[in-house]
């Protein structure tokens, strides 16, 4: 499998994850991950994919200042309902990173390492996607997305039109493609730590 280049150059997020420390599963229980691993997931790459990737980034960081994030210690509410527009992609990503589960989740070993119920739908501040916060310390943030300073290309919809046809030809499909890519790229490598497109605030 061969992705965009920039998949590798997009921040990388560092977890502690206990469960996996005491599982063996990770020397230290340290586990990176990259936003080729949310591709995988989510089996595409977009701008609410990206944008998801960067948002928990955002809130692990700003919980967790000293880092590393304790996966598995971040509770994570929607505001909105689990089959509302993209609001089930981002809460994958937001599974990935934090390892917050909704109830089918895993519910621990001795009462530890429980990360089933850490996931909620409709709950959150309707001026936010999400909040995080800490199941220790309870400190918690508000988290938005806004990519209206990274617009896609003006040829975005002309060739979405051109790609769908079902005689379009691998060129135009590619030429698609590489201009949908583009708007990700720079949202991932040029827009990472912008607080006008990735809004954090502490609650």
């Not at 928990?56 to 909105?80: I, N, Q």
């Not at 981002?90 to 990173?97: M, N, W």
């Not at 501040?125 to 916060?133: E, S």
């Not at 590619?174 to 502490?202: C, K, M, N, S, T």
């Amino acid at each position: 499998m061969t992705f965009p280049a920039f998949f590798d150059q997009a921040p990388k997020v560092q977890v502690h994850d206990p469960l996996s420390e005491f599982l063996g599963a990770a020397e230290g229980g340290l586990i990176e991950y990259g936003y080729a691993d949310a591709v995988r997931l989510a089996g595409h790459s977009c701008p609410t994919v990206a944008g998801a990737y960067l948002m928990a980034r955002a809130g692990l960081r700003a919980l967790f200042p000293d880092g590393p994030a304790e996966r598995g210690g971040v509770a994570v509410t929607m505001s909105s309902a689990e089959r509302e527009g993209t609001t089930g992609v981002i809460a994958q990503v937001f599974t990935l990173l934090t390892g917050a589960a909704a109830g089918n989740g895993f519910h621990g070993i001795g009462g530890n390492f429980v990360r089933s119920g850490l996931l909620g739908y409709g709950g959150g501040n309707p001026d936010c996607i999400a909040t995080f916060q800490r199941t220790d310390t309870h400190a918690g943030v508000r988290l938005a997305l806004d990519v209206t300073n990274v617009p896609p290309s003006p040829q975005m919809r002309m060739l979405m039109g051109q790609a769908m046809a079902p005689d379009a030809s691998a060129e135009v499909r590619r030429a698609f493609g590489e201009v949908w890519q583009e708007r990700v790229r720079r949202l991932l490598l040029e827009h990472a730590d912008d607080p006008a497109v990735i809004l954090v605030q502490a609650i």
